[in-house]
């Protein structure tokens, strides 16, 4: 299970060929002293996968003030304890690393052209779930550290979820289709014997009033309508 990133965005490295680029360089100077190098994991750092596929540990590295024997190394945290994954030193921008791979199932799949320092973990075990650690140190910035967290989780079959879900919703709304028609049908079976009622109670009515009239002497417009009953 890969997933599709977005390349890292490359950083903007002003150029110092005017005075303002200059000044502006000094202003910003701290601030890149303390990014200089940067480590990303991407925008999403965690995945999801099932046991037994193959999936990519994604990092990427930025630096503006250039690279020279960049180490890294990949980590995972087992219980607290760090383990090396796989390191390797760039000895400069685009120089091919020779990668140390020290856990099995791994593959060095970056590529320094690109800043990329992905790995491959294939056919991963529940054993594989946890937090790898994407580490950087450039010692053009004396020393210091960065790295960046991706997050693996291995679950089994995420399909299984899903079907019953499914199921859930299906029959949920089967149900409910269901429970409308009887609905709809009691509502009219109810509607059509009211509608029956309300005809008798109504000729009881037409009767009882054309008695009525027949008293007041106006029986004719009435058994008229009395000779047409309604049908529902
Ligand atoms: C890094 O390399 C891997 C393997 O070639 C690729 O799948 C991934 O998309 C690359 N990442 C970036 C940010 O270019
Ligand atoms: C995933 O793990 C389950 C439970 O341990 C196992 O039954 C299944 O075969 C595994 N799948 C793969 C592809 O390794
Ligand atoms: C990690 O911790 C879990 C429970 O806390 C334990 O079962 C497991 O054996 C530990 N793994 C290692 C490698 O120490
Ligand atoms: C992953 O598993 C497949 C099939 O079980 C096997 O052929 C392959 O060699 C395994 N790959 C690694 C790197 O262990
Ligand atoms: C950087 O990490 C190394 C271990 O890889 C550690 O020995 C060192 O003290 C760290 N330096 C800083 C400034 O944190």
Same mark, same amino acid.
Not at 121 to 136: A, S
Not at 144 to 150: C, G, L, P, R, T
Not at 161 to 174: E, F, K, M, P, R
Not at 179 to 207: D, R
């Given at each position: 299970?890969?997933?599709?990133?977005?390349?890292?965005?490359?950083?903007?490295?002003?150029?110092?060929?005017?005075?303002?680029?200059?000044?502006?360089?000094?202003?910003?100077?701290?601030?890149?002293?303390?990014?200089?190098?940067?480590?990303?994991?991407?925008?999403?750092?965690?995945?999801?996968?099932?046991?037994?596929?193959?999936?990519?540990?994604?990092?990427?590295?930025?630096?503006?003030?250039?690279?020279?024997?960049?180490?890294?190394?990949?980590?995972?945290?087992?219980?607290?304890?760090?383990?090396?994954?796989?390191?390797? %030193?760039? $000895?400069?921008? !685009? *120089?091919?690393?020779?990668?140390?791979?020290?856990?099995?199932?791994?593959? =060095? +799949?970056?590529?320094?052209?690109?800043?990329?320092?992905?790995?491959?973990?294939?056919?991963?075990?529940?054993?594989?779930?946890?937090?790898?650690?994407?580490?950087?140190?450039?010692?053009?910035?004396?020393?210091?550290?960065?790295?960046?967290?991706?997050?693996?989780?291995?679950?089994?079959?995420?399909?299984?979820?899903?079907?019953?879900?499914?199921?859930?919703? %299906?029959? $949920?709304?089967? !149900? *409910?289709?269901?429970?409308?028609?009887?609905?709809?049908?009691?509502?009219? =079976? +109810?509607?059509?014997?009211?509608?029956?009622?309300?005809?008798?109670?109504?000729?009881?009515?037409?009767?009882?009033?054309?008695?009525?009239?027949?008293?007041?002497?106006?029986?004719?417009?009435?058994?008229?309508?009395?000779?047409?009953?309604?049908?529902?």
């Amino acid at each position: 299970m890969e997933r599709r990133r977005r390349r890292a965005e490359p950083q903007s490295c002003i150029p110092g060929d005017t005075a303002l680029a200059g000044l502006l360089v000094a202003v910003l100077l701290g601030v890149w002293g303390a990014q200089a190098l940067e480590m990303s994991v991407g925008k999403i750092p965690f995945l999801e996968a099932v046991n037994g596929s193959t999936v990519l540990l994604p990092c990427t590295y930025t630096s503006c003030i250039g690279i020279k024997n960049l180490y890294f190394r990949w980590q995972f945290n087992d219980n607290g304890t760090m383990q090396k994954v796989c390191d390797s %030193v760039i $000895a400069e921008e !685009g *120089a091919k690393p020779d990668v140390k791979i020290y856990r099995e199932r791994v593959e =060095f +799949v970056g590529d320094s052209k690109t800043n990329n320092i992905s790995i491959l973990l294939h056919n991963i075990t529940f054993e594989d779930d946890g937090q790898y650690t994407c580490f950087g140190r450039n010692p053009k910035e004396k020393g210091k550290n960065h790295s960046a967290i991706f997050t693996l989780i291995v679950v089994d079959e995420l399909k299984v979820v899903d079907n019953t879900l499914t199921i859930i919703i %299906v029959s $949920a709304v089967g !149900g *409910a289709i269901g429970l409308l028609v009887a609905f709809m049908l009691t509502k009219n =079976f +109810v509607l059509f014997v009211m509608a029956k009622i309300e005809e008798k109670n109504k000729e009881c009515l037409v009767s009882s009033s054309g008695i009525d009239n027949t008293e007041n002497g106006l029986s004719g417009s009435k058994a008229d309508s009395k000779a047409t009953p309604k049908k529902a």
